[in-house]
């Protein structure tokens, strides 16, 4: 038995440009029984966004979940610190900030 890889498309998120509310595939629609797994581009034509009511075409392609947040042609910009993904960011800031927090409290030990 040989086994055959299966290309998954990526699973894009789309936002309401009217309120905000991000469709994620992963996720589906529980007010409008969407299952989980449902691409975007397969919901149906009368879907209607589960927040404001706003029709399919007020929603725009912000990509896959954990991707590097800006335009493709910045990312090679700044110290490699575009390339992050949002929690890599996270990581990144409040680590530093418990470090500093850290040496901060270490001074009390000092005579």
């Not at 409008?32 to 975007?40: A, E, K, R, W």
């Not at 009368?46 to 590097?68: D, Y």
């Amino acid at each position: 038995m040989s086994e055959q890889a299966v290309e998954t498309p990526a699973l894009d998120r789309y936002e309401c440009r009217a309120c905000g509310y991000v469709y994620e595939p992963e996720k589906g629609d529980d007010k409008h029984d969407i299952p989980s797994g449902t691409l975007f581009t397969e919901l149906p034509v009368n879907w209607r966004c589960p927040v404001c009511s706003a029709k399919k075409t007020a929603f725009t392609n912000i990509g896959p979940a954990g991707t590097a947040s800006g335009f493709k042609e910045n990312l090679g910009f700044g110290l490699g610190v575009n390339k992050l993904t949002p929690g890599q960011k996270n990581i990144l800031i409040f680590g530093a900030l418990a470090l500093a927090f850290l040496f901060f409290i270490s001074l009390y030990g000092l005579q």
